[in-house]
């Protein structure tokens, strides 16, 4: 059974870019919340997808943006890029029927923005 | 929103000494209360969890933690560290489907 699965692990991109990152969920979740993790800080939420909607949302910008697909998967955007956006972006996955029961990782994106 | 206070950014203990590590949160209902530990470089992994009954709760790796809901707190425990326990660790409550971090205690065992 496969955990969350993020790609791409590692990515590098120039300030004012935009990009584009990737999460599916463990096998039986149907929620997907996204977290920021700035260098020797904790997560940050910056949103959760449930029913192809943004169920609740952090303290980030318009920049950031999701979307979430039919089959649970969802993606995160962050558009016009700045240097303090360079950060560990996680994916969490959970059951909304099952929430109690913690949130699964993945493994990260790593983003560098230069 | 709920919150996480972890006091402690950085502890050393020796290894084959006892751990605590500090938690306290802030949240108006009954919590749910969570550990989770990273390495570098890598995801988080669930230690323990707490939702409710038995305050004190067993985990993975030898860890436990205790739910005191008199102090706000859920700290984190182990009897015997491990130089493998060296790693960064994270308190979270969880409310309303809405998981909150603090902002983590970096652990160094020494030899």
């Known amino acids: 059974d496969a955990g969350v699965t993020q790609s791409p692990t590692h990515l590098i991109k120039t300030r004012g870019q935009q990009v584009t990152l990737r999460c599916s969920p463990k096998s039986g979740h149907d929620t997907v919340s996204w977290y920021q993790q700035a260098l020797g800080q904790g997560p940050q939420f910056i949103f959760q997808?449930?029913?192809?909607?943004?169920?609740q949302r952090g303290n980030f910008p318009d920049r950031f943006s999701g979307h979430q697909f039919p089959n649970y998967s969802s993606e995160l955007n962050v558009n016009a890029l700045l240097l303090g956006d360079s950060a560990l972006y996680l994916c969490?996955?959970?059951?909304?029927?099952?929430?109690?029961?913690?949130?699964?990782f993945g493994s990260g994106t790593r983003l560098t923005v230069v | 929103a709920q919150s996480v206070t972890q006091p402690d950014i950085h502890i050393t203990v020796s290894e084959g000494a006892s751990l605590e590590l500090r938690c306290n949160y802030s949240y108006g209902a009954t919590p749910y209360l969570f550990w989770y530990v990273q390495s570098p470089g890598q995801g988080l992994q669930l230690l323990l969890k707490y939702f409710s009954g038995d305050t004190l709760v067993q985990g993975i790796k030898g860890f436990e933690a205790e739910f005191k809901r008199s102090q706000s707190s859920f700290n984190l425990r182990k009897p015997s560290v491990h130089w493998s326990d060296a790693a960064e660790y994270f308190c979270?409550?969880?409310?309303?489907?809405?998981?909150?971090f603090g902002a983590g205690t970096r652990l160094t065992v020494k030899p």
């Open positions: 979270a409550v969880e409310g309303n489907n809405d998981m909150r």
């Open positions: 969490a996955s959970s059951f909304i029927g099952a929430a109690n029961y913690g949130y699964t």
């Open positions: 997808y449930y029913e192809e909607e943004e169920r």
